[in-house]
């Protein structure tokens, strides 16, 4: 672009022309109104009208509504704007505005009622022609998953903004980056593609049915939370909330959800689009509220007792509000997306294909609530999609290697964070743990402070540096083993265990190494289809091909005597701190030993590792021997083994 000409904000009005119109004042805002027909008073429209023809007497006069028409040499508004915009402004009120440019195909009814039958066509016709040339010049990028994509405008002006870079700079799988060479992308281009995807979605159910009355004031809105619905990720993604938090301020009740509310409006506001919003139509009191109870939920928690406890938009919409985040069932296009992408990376095939999802997605009502539903035939596909998320947090969101990794960043994050300091508004100073109080602290909080530490030279951080230094020579903590409860009791995540494990040294032949809790890393995994132990399909609603409007359930039973009987199971997974070949020979028999006492399953490799214990728990069960029905393998209990 080329630099503004000096002296814009301060250049005389011109004189009039010799018509006797006035040619306004000059500088940007004149400029910008004069390009964008959004932005055109009635006045202006109507002026528009006459050079395409159709500029009539009695025609303008009901455009410009009942205050008939505007006297000639009349000054323009302060500034050279137009007044406030509204979506579309009756003729009996305020007259048509050019804001109607916006969704002309549902403001044509509007427009319609003011024309003559004759006029119609023609008035139609022109407007739609202004619409085509002054079109928002959609951006295109070319995505390595969905291919050359077109973002709208205004979707552009948020990713230019520094809290919306800041993606660029965060992992999206964090640790697994140190395990799969290729998982280098980062939040960024992920959270593009949910924006993409959202808008997809909307589309696809507003051209199927139009009787949703789905405007372009949702579709942007819908748009816009899928673009920003991961703004309030830490550093390493999931690791931050999932690891580092929990540990550092165990009293908080904190998720990335509520950060990305906080970031999203500390963009509009600090970056000040809150004028660009309204030009392009949105109403910024409903709009945000809408667009943040699609990130984090509702936002008055008092409400979600209530009926329909949302404001942004009414239960006429609620299906809404399973596009970005889906709530109800866990079908949304952030999960479409990260499947897709991270197997990409990953180098791990990816069975599922939302392309023919979208192609049978509609909405029915049910209980005077408005959801989003799938085609019957596709259930099968909706058991393999959630398979597909199985599969890649077993092979790699939960990878064992990988997880150490993150332990290890987590402790090394967590030495350096009362010495680690971020400025924030007002020259504040934050702790790592403590930056999400202010979103110009956590806008700095990247996976950056990563390089930061080990780069310091800072006594401090001595510490930390050595633990991210034992990562960069992969001096890893030891994995011992795997193993799960036998039952389904629920194993709790803490300190007790690593002190168990210490308590269980074997009595038959025992190592000549004592170990200590402090020696132990004990690491629970729960693993589930999104929605612990229940079945995420008994939540979602099907139409079928004789009644595409009335939606039903299919149960488990419905489909396939091959889908799992469970739901979500917990993995334990033990490591040892020392890199000694002896001390971990040991620790691997305090395991062993563990897990006969609290009647664990079989680790892999026990009978190897220990000989000598194994008998004592599992002797005879390698065979089938003396398994029943009722005493399934570990291999056995697994949902999908082939």
Known sequence: MGSPAVGWGAAPAKRARRDGSPEGPRGPAAES???DPRLWDTERLCQHLSLCGVGEPSLLHRFR????????????????????????????????????????PACAFEVAGVCHAAERLKVLACLHKLQQQHVDIMKVFNDPIHGHIEIHPLLVRIIDTPQFQRLRYIKQLGGTYLVFPGASHNRFEHSIGVGYLAGCLVRALKERQPELDITQRDILCVEIAGLCHDLGHGPFSHMFD?????????????????????MFEHLITSNKLEEVMKSYGLVLEEDMT??????????????????????????????????????????????????????????????????????????????NQKHICTR???VGNLYDMFHTRNCLHRRAYQHKI?????????????????????????GKLYQISTAMEDMEAYTKLTDN?????????????????????????????????????ETMREIVKNNSLAESIADAKPEKDPPDVELKAEDFIVDVINMDYGMKEQNPIDNVLFYCKADPSKAVKISKEQVSKFLPMTFAEQIIRVYCKSQDPDTVSAAKQYFIQWCIKKNFTK?????????????????????????????PSCKHRLPFDK
């Open 33 to 35: 109104d004069c390009c």
């Open 65 to 104: 509504g009942n205050g008939g028409p505007r006297g000639r040499g009349r000054a323009a508004p302060r500034g050279g704007r137009a007044p406030p915009l509204k979506a579309v402004l009756a003729p009996a009120e305020s007259g048509v505005t050019g804001s109607m440019l916006m969704d002309l």
């Open 242 to 262: 999932g690891r580092f938090i929990p540990l550092t301020r165990p009293d908080l009740k904190w998720k990335h959800e509520t950060a990305s509310v906080a």
């Open 290 to 367: 809408f667009i943040k109870e699609q990130i984090g939920g509702p936002i008055d928690e008092t409400t979600c007792e209530k009926s329909w406890p949302y404001r942004g938009r009414q239960k006429e919409k609620s299906f809404l509000y399973e596009i970005v985040a889906n709530k109800k069932n866990g079908i949304d296009v952030d999960k479409w997306d990260y499947f897709a992408r991270d197997c990409h990376h990953l180098g791990i095939q990816n069975n599922f294909d939302y392309k023919r999802l979208l192609k049978f997605t509609r909405v029915c009502e049910v209980k």
């Open 376 to 378: 019957d035939k596709e």
């Open 402 to 426: 990988g997880n150490i990794i993150e332990i290890m960043i987590t402790e090394a994050f967590q030495k350096a964070d009362k010495f680690f300091k971020i400025e924030g508004s007002g």
């Open 449 to 485: 402070i990563y390089l930061e530490i080990l780069h310091s030279s800072c006594p401090e951080l001595k510490e930390a540096r050595e633990v991210l230094r034992k990562i960069e020579r992969r001096e890893l903590y030891k994995f011992l083993g795997e193993t799960k409860p």
């Open 603 to 631: 680790p892999q490799d026990s009978d190897v590792v220990a000989p000598h214990l194994t008998p004592m728990k599992w002797n005879n069960m390698e065979d089938g021997e003396h398994r029943t029905a009722s005493e």
